[in-house]
């Protein structure tokens, strides 16, 4: 574990944390004047390894072959040529930092972190941070690089756990969640308005992982598992590749699922929640690896199925309730992220192919006709 200083003066500006890879939805936009949560879980941390925050050029203002040796290989609206390197935390998870909200710019509903840093250090008044809670963005704590450094707790592990200890935790992401408002026109509490959808970060990973089976696909059809994965991907893969041709095909793979079978030349797979690491097996080593956040693909390959939860309100320990009514399907078609999406091929080489070029340029399009 680790707990970071400022750099100024030394002084300690969070808890313990535990290291983890930057969430899919990390940067996401999701809906108009939505509340969504936390973005990270209390007591973990995560770097995001391109650079941030202002200064930001128009792709037009890029000289050629720059983009490029920054790993981006389409055009972009725009570009950060701020400081790698950001740590995000929990909001929560931060001490000894003063919040001063008239050093930022604000949105409709809060902060939005868009002219630098708007919380300091409550020792030498050093800004180290950026508190983003406006609406429709994920709650989060973004240390600015350079203000601040990581120091390694004594005592603590820091070996990433193994694939067997996270199955046997099984911690998954559940497909649908309830989407709350700020507030209704007439200002009631911000409560009162919800409604189930796809989860957002479902939405966010189904953009990045459409992104890579787009890039497997070399142009041609592709075919998902039946069941949730189909209903994510199957209706987009269709409309944005061409039909005719011998179809690839998609498995599932990884930790203590099934062995997929040989004619899967494309793996959907789990991605490491510490190190990013993607799950590759030894029998397919040509294959394609689609990464999936471990939460995700545990439940594409062992959703659960309307269990019951421990009952509150004086029942004894241990208690089940049978009358619980599972999480219900939001009645609409899946949609990818499309920034998600965007952001992600744009940083695919295969990109350059015209073809998938070509879907790339025509996102905007496919989202009209509500692809994504």
């Known amino acids: 574990m680790f707990v970071f200083v400022c750099e100024a003066c030394g002084a300690e500006l969070t808890t313990p944390l535990s290291q983890v890879t930057l969430p899919d939805h990390a940067h996401q936009k999701y809906g108009s004047g939505v509340q969504l949560p936390g973005l990270m879980e209390s007591g973990t941390f995560?770097?995001?390894?391109?650079?941030?925050?202002?200064?930001?050029?128009?792709?037009?203002?890029?000289?050629?072959?720059?983009?490029?040796?920054?790993?981006?290989?389409?055009?972009?609206?725009?570009?950060?040529?701020?400081?790698?390197?950001?740590?995000?935390?929990?909001?929560?998870?931060?001490?000894?930092?003063?919040?001063?909200?008239?050093?930022?710019?604000?949105?409709?509903?809060?902060?939005?972190?868009?002219d630098g840093p708007n919380v300091v250090c409550a020792e030498?008044?050093?800004?180290?941070?950026?508190?983003?809670?406006?609406?429709?963005?994920?709650?989060?704590?973004?240390?600015?690089?350079?203000?601040?450094?990581?120091?390694?707790?004594?005592?603590?592990?820091?070996?990433?756990?193994?694939?067997?200890?996270?199955?046997?935790?099984?911690?998954?992401t559940p497909p649908f969640a309830p989407i709350t408002t700020w507030g209704s026109r007439s200002g009631s509490a911000h409560w009162q308005n919800y409604w189930w959808s796809w989860n957002p970060q479902w939405e966010a990973a189904g953009g990045r992982a459409l992104a890579h089976l787009l890039a497997a696909s070399d142009g041609q059809p592709v075919t998902v598992p039946d069941g949730l994965a189909k209903e994510l991907f199957q209706r987009s893969l269709d409309a944005l590749l061409p039909g005719g041709a011998p179809a690839r095909r998609a498995a599932l793979a990884g930790p203590g699922a099934p062995?997929?079978?040989?004619?899967?030349?494309?793996?959907?797979v789990p991605s490491h929640p510490q190190t990013g690491e993607l799950w590759a097996p030894a029998e397919h080593p040509a294959a394609h690896l689609v990464p999936l956040p471990l939460g995700v693909w545990l439940w594409l390959v062992s959703p659960e199925r309307s269990l019951p939860v421990p009952a509150s309100g004086g029942l004894p320990e241990g208690v089940l309730r049978d009358d619980f009514d599972a999480a219900p399907h939001p009645g609409v078609l899946f949609r990818a992220d499309p920034d998600a999406l965007r952001h992600t091929l744009a940083r695919l080489p295969a990109v350059r192919r015209p073809w998938l070029r070509a879907i790339f340029d025509d996102i905007p399009q496919y989202e009209r006709a509500g692809y994504f």
């Open 46 to 114: 995560a770097v995001a390894p391109e650079p941030s925050g202002p200064p930001w050029r128009r792709w037009k203002e890029i000289p050629p072959g720059e983009a490029a040796g920054r790993g981006i290989h389409a055009p972009v609206p725009t570009l950060s040529y701020g400081a790698p390197g950001a740590v995000v935390i929990a909001p929560g998870d931060a001490r000894g930092t003063i919040l001063i909200p008239e050093d930022n710019a604000s949105g409709c509903c809060g902060t939005v972190g868009a």
């Open 259 to 268: 062995a997929p079978d040989a004619d899967a030349r494309i793996l959907l």
């Open 124 to 172: 030498c008044s050093l800004p180290v941070a950026s508190r983003i809670d406006d609406c429709s963005i994920w709650q989060a704590l973004w240390l600015a690089p350079g203000a601040v450094r990581r120091l390694h707790v004594r005592g603590t592990d820091i070996t990433p756990r193994s694939w067997a200890d996270l199955l046997t935790e099984g911690k998954r």
